[in-house]
Each structure stands twice: as structure tokens, then as C-alpha cells.
């Protein structure tokens, strides 16, 4: 049988809900952040969507002394708490706190992501390649943008892999000519 959850904690924004769970963890209490990725992807357009920290029923008035320890705040009593539950609905089985919420896969927002870093994979190679001053730099961060899109999940449209290639292609076009200088220096040389 599926361990109860409890919520503890709200949070509007994602490094606070990772420090806590931190804290928590640090001291041996499993935690888990809930609506993580949907705050993270619609945090900004609907700032009604909070990260929700979720302990196990048996952890819950633990992990609130803790919390409240490192971070100060109201002290809660465990009937205020057993309040606040019980008027809070649960919508389905991870509202009720049966199970966590299994990992999703968002193919949506991974494709997204990745056109977005193909995008700028071309953008830098462009960059690096026109201004010689911060070739080294914008070209680095191309390289990382490339591996970034070309091993993400999501699908890539054909567009995104047009950006791909030819952000590649620009990375290492000047390597190919340097190379190719100096093989027909050492060929015909005398």
C-alpha cells in the first residue's frame, strides 16, 4: 500500500521549494516537490500555481519543526495543520497525498526547449563568427547549445535541425580551413 502525503509547504518560487526540500533531506526526511515543472513552464503567465512540498504522513509534524527551525516563521500546532488538511480538497490520488506524482514526460515543452537551444546554437555560431572578440566564448556556448538540442528529448522539427546543422557547420568551418591551410602548406612545401 501506497504511503500517505501530506503538504507542508507552498511555494511560489523554485529555488525556495528546493532549499526546504534540502533542509529536509539533509536531516533524513524524504521529501518531494509537486507541480514543480508546471510553475517552472506557467509560473510567470499564472502566478496561482505553487510548488507544493510533500512529506510522508508520519514525517509531517517533523518536518515542519524542522522547517520552521531553519527558517523561521509561525509556529503551527498540529491541530491548525490537521485543519488546514481537512480543508484543503484532493482532487485525485497525488492531491490526496496516496502516492507521489510519477515523473511526466512533457514532449511539448522538450520540443519547445530544444528548438529554443538550436535557435541559439545558430545565433552564437553566427556570433563567434562574425565578431572575432568573442569568437571563443560565443563559440563554447554554441558547442553546448548543440549538444543540448541534438541529445534533448522531444522531437525537433525540420527547421530546428536546419539551425542544428548549420550551427555546426559555422563552428567548425573555420577549423576545417585552418586545417586545410596547413595540409597544403606541409603537401607543397618543397
Not at 509537486?34 to 518536518?63: C, W, Y
Not at 488546514?84 to 520540443?111: H, Y
Not at 530546428?160 to 576545417?176: C, D, E, N, Q
Amino acid at each position: 500500500m501506497a504511503e500517505k502525503l501530506v503538504t507542508i509547504a507552498t511555494f511560489d518560487q523554485l529555488t525556495e521549494a528546493h532549499t526546504a526540500k534540502n533542509a529536509l533531506e539533509v536531516v533524513g526526511i524524504q521529501a518531494a516537490l509537486d507541480n514543480e515543472q508546471t510553475s517552472s513552464l506557467f509560473g510567470q503567465v499564472l502566478p496561482m500555481i505553487s510548488i507544493r512540498l510533500v512529506v510522508r504522513k508520519e514525517d509531517e509534524l517533523r518536518a515542519v519543526k524542522i522547517l520552521d527551525e531553519t527558517f523561521g516563521g509561525e509556529a503551527v500546532s498540529a491541530e491548525e495543520l490537521a485543519a488546514l488538511a481537512e480543508a484543503a480538497p484532493a482532487e485525485d490520488a497525488v492531491d490526496a497525498g496516496r502516492q507521489l506524482a510519477p515523473p511526466v514526460a512533457d514532449s511539448v515543452a522538450d520540443s519547445i526547449a530544444r528548438e529554443r537551444e538550436a535557435r541559439a546554437a545558430l545565433l552564437a555560431a553566427c556570433l563567434g563568427l562574425l565578431v572575432p572578440c568573442v569568437n571563443p566564448f560565443a563559440t563554447l556556448f554554441a558547442i553546448v547549445m548543440i549538444m543540448q538540442a541534438a541529445t534533448g528529448s522531444g522531437k525537433l522539427s525540420g527547421r530546428g535541425k536546419r539551425h542544428l546543422y548549420a550551427a555546426g557547420t559555422i563552428v567548425l568551418a573555420p577549423w576545417l580551413i585552418i586545417g586545410a591551410v596547413i595540409l597544403a602548406f606541409t603537401v607543397l612545401r618543397p
